[in-house]
């Protein structure tokens, strides 16, 4: 008996063959920069090394994890992380869904904003982090200029551990609030107008077509830019290196930058792979959580 599924078109033999060679530099290149790393950092979390030569010379099982677990430094690194992720989430994607349905209405000046979200977008974390530590600057920063100007006395922007961390949410903010804007904006522009006409023809006002109408539709956009918004909030490290250097005492380090410092500050590359094991673990399960808290009825 001959089953016709098995039977390959001819004329689609050649795309079959061809095919697999177009997705190969992409999955080389996931394979050498995402997954080949990934399997370094895990297995090197259950290893010890040499101090001086950073090479691996024994096993300690989950002695890494045990050691990286009962440091104080991560344990506010943890914390700090948490921060960053709630602050983010309740800066960005309040404010790029605004500038999406502004930028969506099309008014006078529109084309120049969404020209300068997305050149903030289009900018280093080197060179938006040093325009805003010129910006931070106390008694000559632009913010502490405007302060003077109203009689307002100095603020302590990146030596208060407090204010630290609220003022690299804020650069951060300005500088990835273009990604999910554009993301937003797209799905403005996907929704189809007659749904609009037909709510005003039963008398809805805008606040009634926004909460029935715009924000259900939205809903699959905003999962996408809460999860994006979270990952870039757990590897948030630029702004913290050039701004604050993780202090003062610790109280603006991260995960990420506990990661770092452990492994080329105090050369323990064994509790440095441990801690991003964890932080990606801390990953997985917090986007869960979001999923299934935003998922709708239709599963999406």
Request: net charge positive; aromatic share 12%.
């Amino acid at each position: 008996m001959k089953f016709s599924s098995w039977t390959v078109n001819p004329t689609r033999r050649g795309e079959l063959a061809i095919g697999p060679l177009m997705i190969l530099p992409a999955a080389l290149g996931l394979c050498i920069f995402q997954f080949w790393p990934l399997g370094v950092a895990i297995l090197n979390s259950f290893r010890a090394f040499n101090p001086f030569n950073h090479r691996p010379n024994g096993w300690v099982g989950f002695g890494n994890y045990q050691a990286v677990l009962a440091d104080p430094s991560f344990q506010s690194s943890f914390w700090v992380s948490l921060i960053y992720m709630a602050l983010m989430m309740v800066v960005i994607i309040p404010s790029a869904l605004g500038l999406a349905i502004l930028l969506d209405k099309r008014m006078p000046g529109t084309a120049l904003a969404r020209g300068a979200i997305l050149g903030a977008l289009a900018s280093s974390e080197a060179v938006a982090a040093l325009i805003w530590n010129a910006i931070y600057q106390p008694n000559s920063g632009l913010l502490d200029v405007i302060f003077q100007t109203f009689g307002l006395p100095s603020q302590p922007f990146l030596t208060d551990g407090h204010l630290a961390v609220v003022c690299i949410v804020i650069m951060t903010a300005w500088k990835d609030i273009g990604l999910p804007m554009l993301i937003f904006l797209g799905a403005l522009q996907a929704i189809p107008p007659h749904l609009f006409e037909a709510a005003s023809m039963d008398g809805a006002n805008r606040w009634n077509k926004f909460w029935r109408i715009t924000l259900p539709l939205l809903r699959p956009s905003l999962v996408l830019g809460l999860f994006m918004t979270t990952i870039a909030a757990a590897r948030l490290f630029t702004p913290i290196q050039i701004l604050t250097a993780g202090g003062p005492n610790g109280q603006t380090s991260n995960i990420a930058y506990f990661s770092y410092a452990q492994a080329f500050l105090f050369n323990s590359p064994g509790p440095a792979a441990a801690s991003v094991v964890m932080m990606l673990l801390m990953l997985v399960v917090i986007t869960v959580i979001q999923a299934r808290a935003l998922r709708s009825r239709s599963g999406i």
